[in-house]
């Protein structure tokens, strides 16, 4: 099960709080063991835990804005450095304007350098090892995240491919190309030769593949076309399908099986709706770092209810809905919608890459 937020929060605070905490103790056991420990001593150290408490508040205010995937090692100790020395700078202020001193050491009230100095080595040291354990336990925990996204996207391909061979090819998909081919052997021998070629490259994708997860994006359009060449070759010129592929996405990294319900609605809901021959065009480009796809089909769209007749489509696209959902959590898009007498499906998909997408569904998707 995923991490939940509120956990990750109530984490943070324990932490939080018990290691400011620890510092507390520790600063009063140093002076108890060199006996300079008074009233005002321990007064001035619950100040500067205080104090360190509430500037550590602020460093995770902008480290949580701060992208742990877009950034290396060497960049975030930087950064780590940066903002401790920058929070040891406003605690000393802060200090300055509650004390007339900053730490209970016996050196001139005339030497602010040397009282700077004392300052500096009483919050740069406890905010580096603030910061370090945070990036240490956020990458723990994001990394316990992943590897629980990763086994759920697994066994979510695997059912994806499951189903796509119960619900789709057993029986109408296989079983009517069969008998397309087996009426071909007669007719045109080249022509089923042709048609058990796409078919036989359509099941090595669909049966064969061990590659459960990301494929390149130009592994999953050749199944695809596999997918239309055999329905063509089936409906002859009762279909027409174009694509149009922008080079750059061929090496996108995308989650096998996600295009194929949405390419057989298009096929299956066109042909009842659509006058003939039915036009679908496929498209592909990337756009600043995102991948979108359009699937667009003559015809018009199949209301909710009606589909809910059909056991095929709330099944295959709620599985398309949480494989998404599941693989590019926040950064993903996919809309549905009517618009000049075709049925646009478009699909967004993100790298997971630093920038954070806020969109809100708006439009009408299936089921």
Known sequence: MLIDLKDRNHLFWILHT???LIFLAIVLLINKVGGHLTRAVAAEAFVSMAVGFMITLGLRFLYRRTGLQAHSVLSLSFRAAAFSFLGANVG???LAAISSSYVQVDIPASSPIVRYLAGLSTYVAPFIGWSALYFGIKFWQDRIIQK????????????AQLQMLRYRMNPHFLFN???????LISENKAF??????ELSEYLRFALVSKNYENVPFKDEMESVRHYFNIQKMRYENKMDVTFDIDPAADEYPIISFVLHPLAENAVKYGLSTSPLPLRIQISAKVRQGALQIDIVNSGSWVEPERQEKDPLIPKGLDNVRRRLADAYPEKHRLDIFDEEGAVHVRLTLGKGREE??????????AG
Request: glycine share 2%; charged share 25%.
């Open 18 to 20: 018990s290691g400011w």
């Open 92 to 94: 000393i202020w802060i």
């Open 148 to 159: 629980e996204r990763t086994e759920k996207a697994r066994a979510l391909a695997q059912t």
């Open 177 to 183: 190309t069969l008998n397309s081919i087996r009426a």
């Open 192 to 197: 089923a030769k042709t048609m058990v070629t």
């Open 356 to 365: 954070t997408w806020s969109w809100v569904r708006t439009s009408r998707e």
